[in-house]
């Protein structure tokens, strides 16, 4: 089945430590993926997206992800995460017509 | 400002009793959708449209109806609600279909169902 796989429910970090969120695809040889953000009580906004070119792409609030076909992986990092960064991420993908959703990593930070 | 609106943010309604959930974008967006979020589901799509007098079924409509006879309009209508469907309800505008273009999503509503 077609789907987008976030492996963590739940990941926590500490404040200015360095974070990875895991997202791996499963559909199509040039997808379009997304990673959104989602903040306590509000709706998503798009942290950053890829469609080709350069497999490390660049984002919002100091996030960026690397697109890797041969792991169908497209990881989010950032290098220090601050407290406003707990939230949950949900990594995307295209499918025909429509965009589906991992089922979302939800981040812990600790102070 | 560029926004999608939803109303009301929080609904609570007993089974059966018709309701509708509005949704309204300034963007001359093309594209709008409704999803439905559950704790370890992600977001699920309900239903989507292309364009004017253009909907289709998401991955999960059953119980759901949907219209968009205005651009920057798409109510989404539940005719006879049930606690399954007590959720988290996004909707979303895209400039056209949400690859590659960005969805920009309104503040959800809260349905409970009892």
Same mark, same amino acid.
């Given at each position: 089945a077609q789907s987008v796989t976030q492996p963590d429910i739940h990941i926590t970090v500490s404040e200015g430590a360095s974070l990875e969120l895991r997202c791996n695809y499963s559909y199509g040889a040039t997808p379009y993926l997304f990673w959104y953000v989602q903040s306590?009580? *509000?709706g998503l906004q798009l942290l950053l997206k890829y469609f080709s070119g350069d497999t490390l792409v660049q984002g919002i609030k100091g996030f960026e992800a690397e697109f /890797?076909?041969? *792991?169908?992986?497209?990881?989010?990092? /950032?290098?220090?995460?601050?407290?406003?960064? =707990? =939230?949950?991420? $949900?990594? =995307? *993908?295209n499918?025909?017509? /429509? %965009? %589906? $959703?991992? /089922?979302?990593?939800r981040l812990h930070i600790l102070p | 400002e560029a926004q999608v609106t939803q109303n009301p943010r929080y609904l609570i309604t007993v089974t059966g009793k018709k309701l509708t959930v509005t949704c309204s974008q300034n963007m001359n967006h093309e594209y709008m959708s409704?999803?439905?979020?559950?704790?370890?589901?992600?977001?699920r799509q309900i239903y989507y449209s292309m364009?004017?007098?253009?909907?289709?079924?998401?991955?999960v409509p059953e119980g759901y109806k949907v219209s968009r006879k205005e651009k920057r309009n798409f109510p989404l209508i539940l005719e006879s609600p049930s606690p399954n469907q007590t959720s988290l309800y996004f909707c979303a505008s895209s400039l056209g279909i949400p690859a590659p273009y960005e969805q920009y999503f309104g503040p959800g509503t809260r349905l409970t169902v009892t």
């Open positions: 306590p009580g *509000q /890797k076909r041969s *792991q169908s992986s497209f990881n989010l990092r /950032k290098p220090s995460v601050h407290w406003s960064d =707990a =939230a949950e991420y $949900f990594c =995307a *993908q499918r025909d017509d /429509k %965009i %589906i $959703f991992g /089922k979302g990593t | 409704w999803y439905r979020q559950d704790p370890g589901l992600g977001l364009n004017v007098e253009v909907t289709d079924k998401g991955d």
